[in-house]
């Protein structure tokens, strides 16, 4: 599955944004989708993951309440809505796609990545 990120964009502190995330091949609705976040010298860390059916979705306690997870395998896309932005929360965000039966946080599980979109949130 190829994944393609869109959305990002620069936004005030307490805006929101949506991102999304398009797959190509039939293979969408088989795999679970996260989203990981990379800020300049860090890490890419997690984000948040919803299931292949959508029933189930996991985030990081730093967006938790301001950031919800979607999907809809008909449309082959994934969604991320980000609310009450903080600068803190600037990065370049990319969707991934992981053939897992349970969620899970750990990149390597994660097979297909997209080329990222960037978040701006000034202080």
């Known amino acids: 599955v190829q994944l393609v990120e869109s959305g990002g964009g620069l936004v005030q502190a307490g805006g929101s944004l949506t991102l999304s995330c398009a797959a190509s091949?039939?293979?969408?609705?088989?795999?679970?989708i996260g989203w990981f976040r990379q800020a300049p010298g860090k890490e890419r860390e997690f984000v948040s993951e919803i299931s292949w059916n959508g029933l189930s979705t996991d985030y990081d306690d730093s967006v938790k309440g301001r950031f919800t997870m979607s999907r809809d395998n008909a449309k082959n896309t994934a969604y991320l809505q980000m609310n009450s932005l903080k600068p803190e929360d600037t990065a370049v965000y990319y969707c991934?796609?992981?053939?897992?039966?349970?969620?899970?946080?750990?990149?390597?599980?994660?097979?297909?990545w997209g080329q990222g979109t960037q978040v701006t949130v000034p202080s």
């Open positions: 991934a796609a992981a053939n897992v039966a349970d969620l899970t946080r750990y990149l390597a599980d994660f097979h297909s």
């Open positions: 091949g039939n293979t969408f609705n088989l795999n679970a």
